[in-house]
């Protein structure tokens, strides 16, 4: 089992830890996951995101391979600008999903933790025909994500730099409490917010330094809990959930981010295939109309009582104060309004499906 650095410093804090993806992670502090996940919505939150995985990729050929592994058009990236990006198998089926920032010399390209072994040899055994370098760089940069509407106002008190210039997934090399960081104007709460990548070495004085200048503002440390109810409820997509190998990006709403026009790109034509033919499921969201819970890997039914689908998340949403999921379910039953079923303990309970994403976020366009 893996550990952060601030795996100590967690348990000294009163934080309770849970298994993530092969790594030990505070799941919740003292203050619980109800009050983490008020303060990313209302001041800001500050998440340990430090077992994801950073590989770096460089060389003369950095571009034409990450268009190659890569369904995003990596050649619209400017030197401090990053976008979301897929890695898929041939058959169209998710290997992971994926953030790419490009700096000056080499592309950074930020992997799930459960998946950087798999991610890195599946990078590495693509490289024949490309004078490129991969590296796993994961135990030499740390991350950290300052989310919530005061992030800014927060962060600002550490730095020289205006925070005013970076936009919605742009990012700058800069300084932060006299470290030297890449901060992005990027996160996974559905709010403004920044991740900032720096050296492993400095993860403590960090983690203290923002945790200090941010507690007037409200500021508290944030565990998986409020990460995943926060991301939840802005509906963005977590591997081993809403999407995995059998999956395709079309079939989770994530067709935005392929773009068939650069060429070709591993998993290009099931892709297309899924596109053109249309998919046969759909990740659509849901609210419970019975009372229950709905959880991750309950089965969906019609109404004669066929299994047609699965939960891939469900739990209450505590700022919409609902009980709500998503699941894939057929095409035909993908429609607004459509009267859909979660199994609960062998109990069909009434659900219908709704618009998504649940909370509009407040990202800073």
């Known amino acids: 089992m893996s550990r952060t650095r601030l795996y100590e410093t967690h348990l000294s804090m009163g934080a309770r830890i849970?298994?993530?993806?092969?790594?030990e992670m505070p799941v919740q502090y003292p203050t619980g996951p109800l009050e983490e996940h008020r303060a990313v919505r209302e001041a800001a939150g500050l998440f340990d995101i430090a077992h994801m995985g950073r590989v770096r990729v460089s060389g003369p050929d950095a571009l034409a391979y990450l268009q190659h592994m890569v369904t995003w058009d990596i050649s619209r990236l400017c030197v401090g600008e990053s976008s979301y990006a897929l890695l898929?198998?041939?058959?169209?089926?998710?290997?992971?999903?994926?953030?790419?920032?490009?700096?000056p010399d080499y592309y950074l390209v930020v992997v799930n933790a459960p998946n950087i072994e798999k991610d890195v040899k599946w990078f590495q055994l693509h490289t024949p025909g490309y004078n490129v370098l991969v590296e796993n760089i994961s135990d030499e940069m740390y991350m950290l994500a300052l989310q919530g509407p005061k992030a800014q106002e927060i962060l600002q008190k550490l730095t020289d730099y205006?925070?005013?210039?970076?936009?919605?997934?742009q990012c700058a090399q800069i300084e932060v409490a006299s470290i030297p960081s890449l901060v992005s104007r990027t996160g996974y709460t559905g709010e403004d917010g920044f991740e900032i990548i720096f050296s492993s070495e400095k993860a403590?004085?960090?983690?203290?330094?923002?945790?200090?200048?941010?507690?007037?503002?409200?500021?508290?440390?944030?565990?998986?809990?409020?990460r995943d109810s926060t991301r939840f409820e802005a509906c963005l997509a977590l591997y081993g959930q809403e999407i995995h190998s059998e999956?395709?990006?079309?079939?989770a709403r994530l067709g935005y981010f392929v773009r068939f026009?650069?060429?070709?790109?591993?998993?290009?034509?099931?892709?297309?295939?899924v596109k053109l033919e249309g998919p046969k499921k759909k990740l659509v969201g849901f609210e419970m109309v019975d009372r229950g819970v709905p959880r991750h890997e309950y089965e969906v039914a019609d109404a004669d009582g066929n299994i047609i689908g699965e939960v891939t998340t469900g739990l209450f949403a505590p700022t919409l104060k609902k009980f709500l999921g998503m699941a894939y379910v057929p095409t035909p039953f993908a429609k607004l309004g459509t009267e859909i079923y979660i199994m609960i303990r062998g109990k069909a309970h009434k659900a219908k499906v709704v618009k998504r994403p649940f909370y509009k976020p407040r990202y800073k366009r």
């Open 261 to 273: 026009e650069k060429g070709d790109f591993i998993g290009r034509d099931a892709i297309l295939k």
């Open 162 to 169: 205006d925070l005013e210039k970076i936009g919605f997934h």
């Open 88 to 103: 898929c198998y041939d058959d169209g089926g998710f290997v992971d999903d994926t953030f790419v920032y490009r700096y």
């Open 247 to 251: 999956v395709d990006p079309i079939s």
């Open 18 to 23: 849970t298994e993530f993806g092969g790594w």
């Open 204 to 226: 403590l004085e960090m983690w203290e330094t923002i945790l200090k200048t941010g507690k007037p503002f409200g500021l508290l440390p944030a565990g998986l809990a409020a």
